[in-house]
């Protein structure tokens, strides 16, 4: 059974930085994809970054190009998401998810883990 827990979710101030972590247990995402998405209230939830294929390709949304940095450790199973210059625009729950391929459609979710950004 594959599960994916997140951690490192936070209230902080504007400029801030948090680094949230995910670590998949269950299986291995190495030459697959893992992500973030994130919901804020109200809103759909929106693709954050992604990292994927065996060489760790990187993909983000505009929105948090040069703020927030996705890297990997596949010894540990584990995805981060580096968050820094944080504004309150960016509060919402933030999911990790995790492909079995490349290319595929995220299948495996975490439970989410909050980041509250106060101006």
């Known amino acids: 059974q594959v599960q994916l827990v997140e951690s490192g979710g936070g209230l902080v101030q504007a400029g801030d930085s948090l680094r949230l972590s995910c670590t998949a247990s269950?299986?291995?995402?190495?030459?697959?994809?893992m992500g973030w998405f994130r919901q804020a209230p109200g809103k759909e939830r929106e693709f954050v970054a992604r990292?994927?294929?065996?060489?760790?390709?990187?993909a983000s949304a505009d929105s948090v190009k040069g703020r927030f940095t996705i890297s990997r450790d596949n010894a540990k199973g584990t995805v981060y998401l580096q968050m820094n210059s944080l504004k309150p625009e960016d509060t919402a729950v933030y999911y990790c998810?995790?492909?079995?391929?490349?290319?595929?459609?995220?299948?495996?979710w975490g439970q989410g883990t909050q980041v509250t950004v106060s101006s």
């Open positions: 269950g299986r291995t995402f190495s030459s697959g994809a």
């Open positions: 990292i994927y294929g065996s060489l760790g390709r990187i």
């Open positions: 998810a995790a492909a079995s391929t490349a290319f595929d459609r995220f299948e495996y």
